[in-house]
């Protein structure tokens, strides 16, 4: 089945900024809407992000909205989450996930594919 590795995370200062990547190996990136998703400790996992494959309509929730921006490059099978101006409240484990229906509209069980995590903290 297809596997999603994310890569980018670590500690950064609040108000800095990290690059997190996901490469999708098994499948073909455009096939897919593809996202993000959060868990802090003792809590459930957020989503942060979407983009749909037909059109690349993106989606963000208010709490990351203006600061975070996803990206997808097709030809190297890899998505990417850009966060600026990082918040203490932004540390989480982040997740890439990936749906074959291309659409964002679905809910957080119906995401076809996840990936391990990567460990985002901010701190100062």
């Known amino acids: 089945q297809v596997q999603l590795v994310e890569s980018g995370g670590g500690l950064v200062q609040p108000g800095g900024s990290l690059r997190l990547s996901c490469v999708v190996l098994g499948g073909t990136l455009n096939n897919y809407a593809v996202g993000w998703f959060r868990q802090a400790p003792g809590k459930g996992r957020e989503g942060v992000s979407c983009?749909?494959?037909?059109?690349?309509?993106?989606y963000y929730p208010d709490s990351v909205k203006g600061r975070f921006t996803i990206s997808r490059d097709n030809a190297k099978n890899t998505v990417y989450l850009q966060m600026n101006s990082l918040k203490p409240e932004d540390t989480a484990v982040y997740y890439c996930?990936?749906?074959?229906?291309?659409?964002?509209?679905?809910?957080?069980?119906?995401?076809?594919?996840w990936g391990q995590g990567t460990q985002v903290t901010v701190s100062s």
């Open positions: 983009i749909r494959r037909s059109d690349s309509m993106t």
């Open positions: 996930v990936a749906d074959g229906s291309g659409s964002c509209l679905i809910r957080r069980d119906e995401w076809n594919y």
